[in-house]
DNA sequence: TCTTACATTGGACATTGTCTAAGTCAAGAA
DNA sequence: TTCTTGACTTAGACAATGTCCAATGTAAGA
């Protein structure tokens, strides 16, 4: 992840104890927090951080490339520090849970010309719904 | 759409003039609305319905299986009342429209039994986005 | 070290959705 | 038809998530 934190310098990205603890807490395990939970795992380190910088930087990081918003339900969306290698996602349509899976195929080749309206189509988005092992118990 | 209302009916559905008037609004127009926009319709043709009626309504017409919600932003869900044939979405990432599609294919075999984690997988959703053509202007 | 533009903060506010208690009414029974 | 009853509706409080702003703080270059 300090990767990251070059590639943001080099972008002119001010470098604040802040923002560095949203990176790091993006950065530990592969997993898919909530806003709400960078901002409760950023706490543990930075106990004075706000709220609205938490958002702020996520939204920043998003903007850069850095991260992917995901937003499966109507909840809270999720971000996603996976930015680098095109995946798709698996949700547990109980409790929430992401994992990032890797279809073969290319969804966007499956659409025809006629089925695109005149739009730019610039991303596609898989998303495979059902319950996981814990869930389905 | 008063097939759907007899469909309703014959599954005990107590037939209100508040349900009458969401089931009209969402099969006005093939458009996706929220539940706002929902609101604010069904107001026109019966001023006194409530919010939390038409959330209530919205939410057993899901349930039936009769609609289908789609939160393809952060933003407010939308209803999608083309439930009976299977489709995918064209979202504009700048106004939010969302159009039908039918891509050829189909998703879930791409996905192998490998990537698939122990999850019981019971739908796949595919959104392509892009700037429509009044926003690419 | 000094300066200053950029970043952070706390809290008010906005949007979307959920819940509850009290009143209302659709539809079957008599 | 009228009555009865449990399901439906309502208004508004509340909850969850996200945005905005003015005041304050600070990273980084001069």
Known sequence: MSDLLERL?????RLTAQRR???EVLDGDHVHYTADEVHALATERLPEIS??????????????GEV???STDGRAKRYDPNAHHAHQHLVCARCGTIRDVHPSGDPLADLPS???YGFAISAVEVTY?????????
Chains 1, 2 share one sequence.
């Open 68 to 70: 992917i918003e995901v």
């Open 51 to 64: 709220r609205a910088t938490v958002y702020n930087t996520l939204g920043e990081l998003v903007t850069l």
């Open 21 to 23: 603890v949203v990176a």
């Open 129 to 137: 719904r059902g319950l996981c092992p814990d869930c389905a118990g």
């Open 114 to 116: 006629k089925e695109r």
């Open 9 to 13: 310098r080099g972008r002119g990205w």
